[in-house]
């Protein structure tokens, strides 16, 4: 309706063609399983090093299969990325999250308000820390680790929750640095 | 998927047959054009006079049909309330501005960050000021109002502006205060 | 001695004459009451049907006889009020404060500082609360409302002290969106 | 009416008798000239030489009579004390804002939102750039001293503003760290 | 003097000789270039693919000799990680940074207050922009961009600038979140 | 390397030679002892009533050698200034509390990140409330100075710790205000 053309990102978007080898290929295969090229691929491939150590890093704590679900690590990613105001981030990993919770409603209600949602107790502890890791990590301690710990996590999980908060305290400040726009395609994911 | 019971609101819930007339007639018409009753309707009818006040003030603000736009109005209520955090108010008139804008993808690009949507310079003017009525009104100034006045507002609609921000910053609060929960039907609405 | 001229609002201001029977009278009846018209009334009298479901409103949650007591619901105003630098609610409602509370001090002491005045447990829990809901309403829990209870207050009070913050969040931002003048009057009542 | 018992601080205050012959001398001549002690002399007379070195650096500031009048100063003061929630620093500089302004309403005016206080162009650039000093010092540079120079100040006069508002923030800091009262005494001063 | 012990990580740090080969001979190339085992390098190894990772992304970043100097890499570093008061990175690029420009006295200067650091226009706007990037990436816009063109940055250096920011808003909030203990060599480093 | 030339301040420097006599002499006094005169000393000497009373009131507080140590004044300072991005206080009170502690690498650490310091309970508490009294003074209560009791500290320390971040929350704005530069002399002090 009210949109105006929408450029993905503020830098230069790279061929296909022109790409590296194994980033073409990266490209190609999400594009396959999903049907479409998100944008951070086509936007993070400008610069060739920064996408594989980006996409390394993405997978080493997205794509693990111990510890946290997959619904938990987005769920970290949804509630870090609205307080950033990441637009890309937000739309994206929200549609990541339905799909991966089986819960169409989900996405809008951790990210108008986590507090609010009603969350398991594991939830709401691993919520709380990977928001202070955002917001306050100076003032992270040996107490919040506890609190974690007594919520039943693991120190592998504890860490997996910081590094998450972390990384995507990144991403959400590249997104909005580039002015990374959310491919359409997202906002019908996962309404059931 | 992980959601607790979700009550309506931390406070008591009447029951329609114990309502006013006026009130239960309010009720039941909302319910006749939606199909459910929202649960603003039935939390606040603990209270049958804020109950009326809170509507008329409602319906004076959003149902008017000169200057503002319905999707106008809805997009300020959006922009508010989730930097408010109110989540009933996000999903629930992040539905219906999907419905006025005719567009599924616009409250959640509003909520994650309506600098970044791409708006057209109407719709910016109009948001960065109903932010600044509702984050930092003490600092509006009549620079403010001239700024709306340059992007073609009326000063109806500036009034209309600054009203409506400044309702929402009520009862995001109030929502929040009672921990009102959005009704499922909700999400569903408007996803085209 | 350094004011400028003093319009009593950024928008236009009806003249009696011209406005609604119910809207003119209830501005003379406050006018025979308090000897002047407070300039709230001629502002929002530019639009009636807002100026109806704002008094209302007001009355709804202000002028209530049972739990909590006048005063305790001016504290709450003047408190809240501070906080969003609304010049005219905490002109105008600190003189309905020291009335309320017959103490020509108290308006000025909850303005600078509510904590450091010395209030007795149940005010405080009052005002803690109160700030909350204006300030980090997101944050509100549960545990919130059980803070008030232990401060005696009934679940009746603590919706009000909510509802009466919220109000004030609202006409707070109204009154600066609009650069609402307190009338001279207000500042010698009830300096005993 | 609601207030408790007030200590004058949370620190020992000493016995006239007890102090320092010019500590002791400086007191009697502040009651006799206002008819009362105000609290931060006694409290401060705990140390005397902190004392001798506030009471010095007080007088520098405030007492001088060239550059700024005694309102303005008293204006800054009363404007950077209620941005630090210091009662005992809005209530007595404000009975003394009135008498130096000889305006019973100014200084509820200042502290409620000096910003909407239509006050003169040379009164709002000092107060901003007081204000700017208070609250974010580390972003002041040349250009907030030209604004200074443009509204009319000369550089005396600019040192002076930027001095008495870290002087008070100093002061506001100490007085809420001692939980320092506000006497009696001081409300009904220069009401009018 | 006053230091408790100082374990290097509230994480399992592993034994060089447990590590993958290339983890190990990258720590070892460090250590024979530095002099010690920088205690980052030593926590992150606990988990190999992200410690690659995370390698990579910094050479990319930090190591490039296109473009922006090597000591306008560090300002930046360091201008972020004393915002996210995060101690481990002031200190290890605090070193780095003396070394890279060859001033012993920058590091301590950039810290406390950039902006007071009397730095030529090209580094203002580069920090000005990391700075907005870190704090405050949603309201970065075109206009913030262009005004780093005008500083004279190419488009490539802009993107650096960005990138370099909120890689560091990450590796921040991760040693924060995993009490990362700075090396004691670093201290003596470029003091001149 | 890269600064561009230093005035003392952006206020007028006089003449060693046309001060009053007691304030050349206390300058002299302090080039005796340091080698170098701390621009503090120049810039304030444009106003030798201030200068006075700055000093007797700074002697008052670091001087004094019971209670707190020399060093645990001088990290009130550092932790203080940081907070207020004075960069003339972190690197004149760096050098004095790495020469008071003989730790060449404490002022960094605290001036980091005071809380990930590792410091001893004794330090932690008091930095805390220092913390406190300077960011949010209006908030202390009885209990802050109840957790320094039970620190061990006495009430007179509690007062000083108190009366020291005040002070350096004043003269953090002053410096800050009239871009005091930081002698180049400092950051080679106490490197050990």
Redesign the interface.
């Known amino acids: ?6 450029p993905i990102s ?3 978007v790279p061929d296909l063609a022109s790409l590296p080898e194994d980033v073409r290929a990266r490209i190609l295969a999400v594009q396959e399983k999903s049907g479409f090229i998100p944008n951070i691929f086509l936007a993070l491939a ?2 060739p ?2 996408f ?3 996409m ?2 993405h997978d ?2 997205m794509g693990k299969r111990e510890g946290l679900t997959a ?1 938990e690590r987005e769920m970290i990613v949804v509630a870090i ?2 307080g ?4 890309y981030c ?2 994206a990993h ?1 549609a990541i999250l339905r799909v991966r ?6 996405s ?2 951790i ?3 986590w ?6 107790a594991r ?1 709401r502890a691993i919520l709380d820390y990977a928001t202070k ?2 917001t306050a ?6 107490e919040d ?1 506890a609190a974690l710990a007594a919520a039943g996590l693991t ?1 592998d999980e504890v ?1 997996d929750v ?2 998450i ?3 995507f ?6 997104a ?4 990374l ?2 491919n ?1 395609e997202f ?2 994911i996962g ?2």
């Open positions: 309706m009210i949109a105006l053309s929408d503020a830098f230069p400008w610069r090093e920064e594989r150590a980006f390394a890093y080493a704590l619904a990325s609205i950033n105001q990441c637009q937000v739309v929200g919770a089986k819960d169409p409603a989900i809008e209600k990210a108008a308000n507090r609010k949602a009603r969350l398991p939830s890791v955002a990590s100076h003032l992270v301690s040996s680790r120190q860490w910081g590094a908060a972390a990384f305290s990144m991403s959400n400040r590249l909005n640095a580039i002015d726009t959310p359409p906002q019908a309404r059931g």
